[in-house]
């Protein structure tokens, strides 16, 4: 999407905050009040860039509560989580191993062609982010809009069990410890290839696509891991 005049220069300023600023765990942007003193632009100005960043699944509201960046979670998840329990960064990877893969591949058969370039937006973000907590949001809001696309109630509940768990500081701690320069290289690669695979409706490729990203990420996480026996998962 191509915009012009101030909307898009105050969006540019938006997303630059939000790929260099400091952001809560939750990812809420300061209010619009805040963001039009901090950019020195009327409050409708923000308004109006904010809703061009709903629009393109960067950000999303809640009424009463602010903005926040990404996509917004599945409260079923968030109510199955409390009864979850005690568990780890590695029982969470096998949970996503055995579900995404068939989410991605029912998104390949479901997503629309705006919920795409949403993805692929979303994509870029978390490649350019500049924080881990900027990467973990990001990154969670790709792999959820993959699962909302599925459109299949249970496994959208399902894969919310895990989407709650990993927002905890202790897996943002541990996936950073994973990640390295090239590995942010390698998760980009793969992200856009299980994009390709859903843009072109091959269902069995989205799956194997999503399957061996996340195997990247298990094998990353034993490493980084087995190199700190002590940590807590």
């Not at 937006?121 to 949001?137: N, W």
């Not at 994009?195 to 409706?201: H, S, V």
Request: proline share 4%; aromatic share 4%.
């Amino acid at each position: 999407m191509n915009y012009s005049g101030p909307e898009n220069r105050v969006r540019v300023s938006l997303l630059d905050l939000i790929r260099l600023g400091e952001l809560p765990e939750n990812g809420k942007l300061p209010t619009e009040r805040a963001l039009a003193e901090q950019l020195n632009v009327s409050r409708r100005n923000i308004r109006a860039a904010l809703d061009r960043l709903e629009e393109e699944g960067l950000v999303w509201r809640q009424q009463g509560k602010g903005t926040f960046i990404g996509q917004p979670r599945d409260p079923m998840g968030d109510l199955a989580a409390k009864i979850v329990g005690e568990t780890n960064a590695l029982e969470v990877m096998e949970a996503r191993l055995c579900i995404e893969p068939e989410l991605a591949a029912m998104c390949a058969q479901r997503a629309s062609p705006d919920e795409i370039t949403r993805l692929r937006q979303l994509a870029q973000r978390r490649f350019e982010a500049a924080d881990a907590k900027a990467t973990e949001l990001w990154d969670a809001s790709l792999h959820r809009l993959i699962a909302q696309c599925a459109r299949n109630r249970p496994l959208l509940t399902a894969y919310g069990l895990f989407d709650n768990i990993r927002r905890n500081m202790d897996w943002v701690s541990i996936r950073a410890r994973a990640r390295s320069t090239s590995s942010v290289l390698v998760s980009h690669s793969e992200h856009t290839a299980i994009i390709d695979a859903i843009e072109l409706g091959h269902s069995d490729a989205a799956r194997n696509a999503m399957r061996d990203h996340l195997e990247t990420i298990s094998a990353a996480l034993h490493a980084a891991l087995d190199s700190k026996p002590h940590a807590e998962d």
